[in-house]
């Protein structure tokens, strides 16, 4: 009886072959039955391993179309992974594949969106006649309620290689999918990292690495993605070492715990094809040891200062930080390089002789020529010298005293404004133009706005470095207010809409409207009732840019309360308006209840962390208590001299 390639198959051990599958005229003889198998997998191995030295390569590219057109679904991925990576076999079946992915990706689901990702590949490498049906009907699958992993991904390699505004629209609108979102999340952030990196502007570069943060977020926030976990981590952690906030030792490891925890899961793991990615992370995370070092070491072994500024100057041409599938030349990397600049040159430029080290260790160190490390360090020497030297402080330069009023600076603070006012003339105009819009803080509001930060830092999830200057403009303006209305005199007639004494008690909107208007007249970009907040209408919401929203609920209560049931009572509606924003919610109360004795600024505010599910991120609640009912403080006093009426004698 003659035996089929089904007989070989049932009996194959280790990886297949021509040979071991009974040799090429018994494959080709089943194959009408063998296309519709899924062990035609294992065929496939074998006739592209060994394409070049086939007999009849006509027939076994016939195979390996009918299969792709044929193959059961849940077979047709490993199929697509083995046809994509036969580089000798390509050639002749690149035609024949890519109308077996049309053909596939006009039907539903699964199916259609491996084949959307197969034909995505195959243009990725050139093989394709065109690309715009393939990219419509990408932006189709998009909108199909049964929309799958592979389409994501399919979205995300396309949206790097083509700069299509359309495809981008249609990967943001899955990061609302139910079951998508933290992959079409994650696709997103890498597109936002390879703008930044792609970016010769350095406030570009940074407003890029801020939103791939805030995307790598979203994906980790049900914890299905270890690798958003490792990218938010090195990411932010390269993010915040640039701007000046040195990385701790133990916030370090945690950081390197994160990518490790990852890259172990690819080991002895054959990658995906989007799988050259996870390497990147090693990367990300070897820049930030080098800024660390040149961070912490700060020229006490000058050798090391050095190698490691270069190193970090040199990320750019040295390490993958950026993988774009599809182009013949390295995705262009040159943002990284004015990322890392600005804080480079300030550590270089805390050593007066750091071009002479640099000359110095170029002459006498045994770094061969041509090495890595010598190229960087002549690449940073190289910058250093074209780099306008910093102006030497001219003594005569004195800023006026209204600005260190203004600013409320010590004597050391106000030493390094002028420095920095000497070193860059233009500079003391700017501090002019701050000091007449500023009021500010006394010394008790100024320690209770430090208070409130630090304690925002301590709640907020991943802290508050990425938006600090926001939240502490908007806290500041909410501290002068409280403080204001803490001195106002309560009596009836000046009293503002929202602390008019007796029922029926203002509603809510006098607060806000008063509150509102007077951030406005602040300079803030502030509004009341915005729609479209979590669904609902939040009472003011204050706009930075394109930066972040900070949210203020407004509440009125006439029962006493503590904070804690504050929070309990209305902490939830305060947070929820933040789901898409920053981590921090502000509520303010308007407490109608009588008092004799009114609680001081300090006791006004409290801050509280807020989770509202496990998935959700943690936020800082900051509650505001404003009195609007309490006694003039005469009010608690005894009196201690009975006066009687003085009686005149008569006459």
Not at 169 to 177: G, N, R, V
Not at 349 to 376: D, F, I, M, Y
Request: charged share 25%; glycine share 6%.
């Amino acid at each position: 009886m003659t035996q089929t390639v089904f007989d070989f198959l049932d009996s194959l051990e280790g990886t297949p072959s021509v040979t071991s599958l009974g040799g090429e005229q018994t494959i080709y003889g089943s194959s009408s039955e063998l296309v519709r198998d899924s062990r035609v997998v294992e065929v496939a191995v074998a006739l592209c391993a060994e394409w070049t030295d086939l007999e009849d390569q006509a027939a076994a590219g016939a195979l390996l179309i009918d299969a792709a057109n044929t193959i059961p679904v849940l077979a047709v991925r490993d199929l697509y992974d083995v046809l994509l990576a036969a580089e000798s076999a390509l050639p002749q079946i690149a035609s024949g594949l890519e109308g077996a992915f049309k053909a596939r990706a006009s039907r539903h689901g699964f199916e259609r969106d491996t084949a959307l990702e197969g034909w995505t590949r195959l243009a990725l490498g050139h093989w394709t006649k065109g690309t715009l049906q393939l990219r419509g009907m990408l932006q189709v699958g998009s909108e199909a309620v049964d929309a799958t992993e592979p389409l994501v991904r399919a979205l995300g390699a396309a949206c790097s290689m083509w700069d299509d505004a359309e495809l981008l629209d249609a990967l943001t609108a899955l990061s609302t999918h139910d079951s998508l979102d933290a992959d079409a999340a994650m696709e997103l952030g890498f597109q936002k990292i390879a703008t930044a990196a792609a970016s010769v502007e350095l406030e570009a570069v940074r407003l890029d690495l801020y939103d791939a943060m805030h995307w790598f977020d979203t994906a980790c926030l049900e914890d299905r993605r270890r690798d958003a976990t490792a990218f938010r981590a090195v990411v932010t952690g390269v993010a915040e070492q640039v701007s000046g906030q040195a990385i701790p030792d133990e916030r370090f490891d945690v950081i390197a715990d994160a990518v490790y925890e990852y890259l172990d899961g690819y080991r002895g793991v054959e990658p995906s094809w989007r799988g050259a990615r996870a390497g990147t992370t090693s990367a990300w995370l070897d820049l930030l040891t080098q800024l660390r070092i040149a961070e912490t070491d700060r020229w006490f072994d000058t050798g090391t200062t050095l190698r490691a500024l270069a190193r970090a100057f040199a990320a750019e041409q040295t390490m993958v930080l950026v993988v774009n599938p599809g182009m013949a030349e390295p995705a262009p990397q040159v943002g990284v390089r004015e990322l890392v600049w600005p804080r480079i040159e300030e550590i270089a430029q805390g050593n007066a002789s750091v071009v002479v080290h640099l000359q110095r260790w170029l002459k006498v160190s045994g770094e061969p020529t041509g090495s890595a490390t010598r190229a960087a360090v002549e690449g940073l020497l190289g910058r250093l010298e074209e780099a306008p030297q910093k102006k030497a402080l001219s003594g005569s330069l004195r800023l006026p005293d209204a600005i260190r009023g203004s600013f409320h600076l010590t004597d050391a603070a106000f030493s390094e404004l002028e420095r920095a006012a000497a070193s860059e003339p233009s500079l003391v105009q700017v501090f002019e133009e701050i000091a007449i819009q500023s009021r500010s803080l006394n010394l008790a509001e100024d320690e209770l706005l430090s208070s409130l930060l630090a304690q925002c830092e301590e709640h907020a999830e991943r802290g508050i470095g990425a938006y600090r200057t926001e939240l502490k403009v908007l806290l500041a303006d909410v501290v002068r207010y409280t403080s204001y209305h803490l001195n106002v005199s309560q009596s009836p007639n000046r009293l503002p809409p929202w602390m008019v004494l007796g029922q029926p008690w203002p509603e809510e909107h006098e607060l806000a409207d008063d509150l509102n208007s007077k951030l406005v007249m602040a300079g803030r970009d502030s509004a009341v009732e915005l729609p479209n907040v979590a669904g609902g209408r939040v009472d003011i919401a204050l706009t930075f840019a394109d930066r972040c929203t900070i949210y203020i609920e407004v509440k009125t209560v006439d029962k006493d309360r503590s904070d804690d049931e504050l929070v309990v009572d209305f902490g939830a509606q305060a947070v929820q308006y933040a789901v898409t924003n920053i981590p921090v919610a502000i509520l303010v109360v308007a407490d109608y209840v009588p008092r004799k004795i009114r609680r001081d600024l300090t006791a006004a505010f409290h801050v509280v962390p807020l989770r509202l599910d496990s998935a959700s991120r943690q936020h800082a609640l900051v509650t505001v208590r404003l009195q609007a009912n309490v006694e003039p403080p005469s009010a608690t006093s005894k009196k201690r001299i009975t006066r009687k009426k003085r009686v005149t004698p008569q006459t």
